[in-house]
């Protein structure tokens, strides 16, 4: 046999020697609920009860649909009925993108046997835009007109902190191009197509940004030409979430000044071009109850289908609503009264209403109960594996081999493969984990209340997670919110953060506890907290708000464990929140989480996330190399960084409970008035 020739063997070593270069690690964060989303679309008809049809796959998250007159990609003969061609938004390995499903739904002709029916239940699935072949971007809110996909992408960087890359974009399907219609330094939220396809209407934060809001953007609505955006005005000053009736009427939301969520008409002037004044607006649906999201129809111009909260449901439904006779209709509440359904769309006829639920819940169907326990998510960071938890404040163990978190309440250690689960103590309210990189099987966590004050019962504890039952060891005193503890390379010390001396600073105690050795590593009348020391022993990283104390504003800061060398390493802008850094394996790299990105969809659209703007973000400690690894429009945060490449495979796991059990936005909370019967809104 002759030997191979030098060359291969070159090119192997060169092979080998990039790997090498780049040593594979992984991130795990977390995102709050998301591991209990099963979003699939949904409709029912509007006139008479009629029957629930699932539309879309249940296998994938799928939300924000659209119901399409016609298959721009094929238009296959059939013995079926006219199939419903619908576009959405779907989550397939981490990360969304745009499909249009024919469905071959049987349910739409109710004539025929219901088990026949089933049988011939049949779709054809088309990606549209997005996905794993493309670059990772968070995708929403599409429409379809004739040949071209108008819909929201945060493709582009805006270069700038604290601004949105939410842009509105359209593709043509049959060439695959792409126009960017937002114009650059703007962000556009929840585009809606007139029914000739001539103008689109956003909400847009416009050109003065976003000023931090969650409950409520305070966006405008601008209309622009959808050929290419042009002609681009403001129409409706506070408004969102539009939807057209005719080429000059739509409706949208926003929050009334007596502080209900409500439904307006906006009507342009014939005359072009229109100005904000000349636009007439009108409330249409009554204080009372919360009405938001509208969807109108454009053969029935007087109805319009809303999501709802009222007074008497913790639950989101789906009404729908006769603006001449001022009643509403109850959709989706005898369906399934204890589930959310959210952001309805009309078919181009108006016989039905389509919205997204979780699968199977609410209602008699089965119950859905494993939840994703690690979720993979692409990323483009070669090397780099990256995971959602279902759990809070993940740690890897010095090998990479075990995760230990927290589940608010309870500590857990688990297999970074997702075996061999432990409960160390399912009950205590403990928040951060940490291993000691020198002993094995000791994880430091807090023990007391989280977001609480200097002087709240919080202290640090070492646990010892690999014996049979694991033991406690309590290493400060005091209870003054000592908490975030994490430790030097060489297990010795263990930096803090603490409220001692009446504000949360950080300090650095002997790892066998305060009473071994306690120095003061920050001080200053401001909050120094989530620290993380790097791998090779020099730094603490850290988030503060000693620019802005008190203003709820943090940016990430660098110091050396002997109080030298005092740096900032990212402000995400003026009132700016970047929270939760740590390191990479090889101490060159910190992970966090960050407002950089604004937010990137109405979060009155989303279940409740107290932080719908938190992305996860790496960078060199130099500030070079800013990269957004999670696009989506949900609250991701506390991530950790480890030394071990994770196999890139979802890990479920029973969890026993019903899958959909997240909160509804807070902020629609209506809660009954010391007077008894009267309802108030939270907060109003
Ligand atoms: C998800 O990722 C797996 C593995 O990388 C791949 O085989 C699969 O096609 C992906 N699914 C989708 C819908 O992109
Ligand atoms: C502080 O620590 C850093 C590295 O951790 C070192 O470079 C520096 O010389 C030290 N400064 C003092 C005053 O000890």
Redesign the pocket.
């Known amino acids: 046999m002759k030997s191979p020739h030098p060359i291969i063997f070159l090119i192997i070593f060169f092979i080998i020697d990039s790997n090498a270069a780049k040593p594979a690690s992984s991130i795990v964060f977390t995102t709050l609920g998301r591991s209990r989303y099963a979003f699939d679309i949904f409709s029912l008809p509007i006139t008479t009860t009629g029957t629930e049809i699932q539309l879309t796959d249940g296998n994938s998250v799928n939300f924000n649909g659209y119901f399409a007159s016609g298959n721009p990609i094929s238009n296959p003969t059939t013995v079926h009925t006219q199939p419903t061609h619908l576009v959405y938004v779907t989550e397939r390995n981490g990360s969304s993108s745009i499909y249009l499903d024919s469905v071959y739904d049987a349910g739409m002709d109710r004539t025929r046997k219901r088990s026949v029916l089933e049988a011939e239940l049949t779709r054809s699935q088309h990606r549209l835009v997005g996905g794993s072949s493309g670059r990772i971007s968070m995708k929403d809110r599409p429409s379809l007109v004739g040949d071209y996909l108008v819909y929201v992408s945060t493709h582009e960087e805006t270069g700038v902190g604290r601004t949105s890359w939410a842009a509105v974009y359209s593709t043509q399907l049959s060439t695959g191009l792409t126009r960017r219609l937002t114009p650059q330094g703007v962000a556009d939220f929840s585009p809606a197509v007139s029914p000739s396809g001539l103008w689109t209407a956003v909400a847009s934060s416009g050109e003065d940004g976003w000023g931090g809001e969650v409950e409520e953007l305070n966006t405008d609505i601008y209309v622009f030409l959808t050929r290419d955006g042009s002609s681009r005005v403001k129409v409706v000053e506070h408004g969102g979430w539009p939807s057209w009736v005719d080429d000059s009427t739509f409706f949208f939301h926003r929050k009334s000044d007596d502080g209900w969520w409500s439904v307006y008409k906006a009507v342009l002037p014939q005359k072009k071009p229109f100005t904000v004044n000349s636009v007439v607006t009108q409330r249409v649906t009554p204080a009372g109850l919360h009405s938001f999201t509208p969807a109108a129809s454009v053969t029935k111009k007087n109805i319009i289908a809303v999501a709802t909260r009222r007074a008497n449901s913790d639950y989101r439904h789906i009404e729908l609503y006769d603006i001449v006779s001022g009643t509403f209709k109850d959709l989706t509440r005898s369906v399934a009264p204890r589930a959310h359904h959210y952001n309805p769309f009309m078919s181009p006829d108006s016989s039905r209403v389509g919205y997204h639920k979780c699968r199977g819940s609410g209602s008699n169907k089965k119950m859905i109960t494993n939840d994703m326990f690690l979720e993979n998510i692409h990323t483009p960071k070669s090397g780099i594996s990256l995971f959602r938890i279902d759990g809070s404040f993940p740690s890897f163990s010095p090998d990479g081999n075990q995760i230990a978190y927290v589940g608010l309440p309870g500590l857990y250690v688990v297999n970074s493969d997702g075996s061999d689960h432990r409960e160390i103590a399912p009950d205590i309210t403990a928040f951060s984990t940490a291993w000691n990189p020198a002993r094995k099987g000791v994880v430091y966590t807090s023990i007391g209340p989280t977001f609480a004050s200097v002087a709240t019962d919080v202290d640090i504890y070492a646990v010892e997670v690999d014996t049979d039952e694991p033991t406690f060891t309590k290493l400060t005193f005091g209870g003054q919110n000592n908490a975030f503890p994490s430790v030097s390379p060489d297990g010795k010390y263990i930096v803090f953060r603490s409220g001692r001396s009446g504000h949360k600073n950080l300090y650095i105690m002997s790892a066998l506890g305060e009473k071994d050795g306690l120095t003061q590593l920050t001080n200053g009348p401001w909050t120094d907290t989530m620290c993380n020391w790097s791998p090779d ?3 603490i990283a850290f988030a503060s708000d000693r620019h802005n104390p008190g203003s709820g504003s943090f940016a990430l800061y660098m110091v ?6 005092l740096q900032q390493l990212i402000h995400s802008g003026s009132l700016g929140r970047t929270n939760h850094p740590w390191f990479s394996p090889d101490g060159k790299s910190v992970v966090f989480t960050s407002d950089y990105a604004g937010v990137s969809a109405e979060p009155i659209s989303n279940p409740h996330h107290y932080q719908p703007y938190g992305d996860i973000f790496t960078m060199k400690l130099d500030g070079s190399e800013l990269t957004r690894l999670t696009h989506n429009s949900y609250e991701d945060g506390t991530p950790c960084w480890g030394p071990k490449f994770m196999k890139p495979k979802d890990v479920e796991w029973p969890v026993g409970k019903e899958k959909c059990s997240f909160d509804d936005c807070t902020f629609l909370d209506i809660k009954s008035n010391s007077h008894g019967d009267e309802k108030i809104q939270c907060g109003g």
């Open positions: 022993g020099d730094h050396h464990p002997n109080g030298t060398g």
